[in-house]
């Protein structure tokens, strides 16, 4: 299974008036610089057979501007992905064949950690994602037996080649 990790963009910060933090929604710049992203995600990275998405709008809101770039995806929302359990997410990926490509959008330091689980180690310090940034694990068996790393982009980079 080649699973691709990707944090979503820039949201209203956390603590902002009036609005709670699961409601927070990406911003203006946000949406923009992640439809860049996503075009330089799709240079690199072929279409996914799934697209799993925390359901809490930052994260589905990326996921659409994914899904809109790589054109016949459709966003599947998740709701182990809103939370911390790094298991919970496991046991979700276990359900697909080791031949598909999964797409994960969701949140720090969740996504961090899960990769470092994919990775056998405690690398979430050295290898969290930045908004927008996307990692990939190879992963030739079952998700709970880990995989290997294939890249880990910043989104400037993505930028670049969007």
């Not at 899960?114 to 079952?142: C, H, I, M, Q």
Request: proline letters at 8%; aromatic letters at 4%.
């Amino acid at each position: 299974m080649k699973i691709t990790l990707i944090r979503h963009a820039i949201a209203v910060p956390s603590g902002t008036e009036g609005i709670p933090d699961d409601e927070r929604p990406l911003t203006k710049k946000g949406r923009r610089r992640f439809q860049k992203v996503a075009r330089g995600l799709v240079e690199i990275c072929g279409r996914p057979d799934v697209l799993l998405t925390s359901p809490l709008p930052r994260a589905t809101q990326t996921a659409e501007i994914a899904a809109k770039a790589w054109r016949q995806v459709t966003p599947t929302e998740e709701p182990a992905l809103a939370k911390a359990n790094i298991d919970d997410i496991l046991a979700v990926l276990a359900q697909y064949s080791p031949d598909q490509r999964v797409a994960i959008v969701g949140h720090e330091p969740t996504l961090s950690l899960l990769l470092a689980r994919l990775l056998g180690g405690g690398f979430s310090e050295r290898l969290t994602l930045r908004k927008g940034g996307v990692a990939r694990v190879d992963v030739p068996g079952l998700p709970m037996e880990g995989g290997r790393l294939e890249w880990f982009l910043r989104p400037r980079i993505l930028l670049t080649l969007g």
